[in-house]
């Protein structure tokens, strides 16, 4: 199903390395702790690759007209706190914690984002948590929004 999805456009070389990295991924969230936490969270699950569409905050246009657009790649209600959750996969290869947390930080804008458009979506009180799922790493990194 892999070779279907892939941009035809790649060359064989591109394709090739494509099939690699998706085996590699596959290979860490078997072997690692993620693939059992999606399990635990599978029943509170409320929404996979749910579209976002939003305007950007006041002052943060590029433009005359501005906007967010994305897909929050899992929305869910904490088995645990019953506090909803943003969580975006990530799967860029880190050296060590320290390039974790750099990479972090990075995606923190638009983590925030995210949460801002659920919040608003779905007329929350309280912003829902925000998580980043590394996926190649085999962690999750809460971030503050």
């Known amino acids: 199903e892999l070779d279907g999805r892939l941009d035809p456009a790649l060359s064989a070389g591109e394709r090739r390395v494509a099939r690699e990295r998706v085996g590699e991924l596959l290979d860490a969230l078997a072997t690692g702790p993620l693939l059992e936490r ?3 969270i599978a029943p509170h699950v409320i929404a996979r690759e749910l579209p976002v569409l939003l305007p950007p ?8 007209v501005g906007f967010l ?7 869910y209600r904490d088995p645990l706190s019953g506090a909803l959750v943003v969580a ?3 799967t860029d290869r880190l050296a060590d ?5 750099e990479r972090a930080e990075q995606y923190g804008a638009q983590g925030a984002g995210y949460v801002r458009a659920v919040q608003g979506a779905l007329a929350l009180s309280e912003p829902p948590r925000f998580e980043l799922w590394f996926l190649d790493a085999g ?3 809460e971030i503050a929004t």
């Open 38 to 40: 999606l399990r635990e």
């Open 57 to 64: 905050e006041d002052g943060r246009s590029d433009g005359p």
């Open 69 to 75: 657009a994305g897909a929050v790649d899992l929305l």
């Open 88 to 90: 975006d996969y990530k």
């Open 97 to 101: 914690d320290a390039a974790l947390e």
């Open 139 to 141: 962690r999750i990194r």
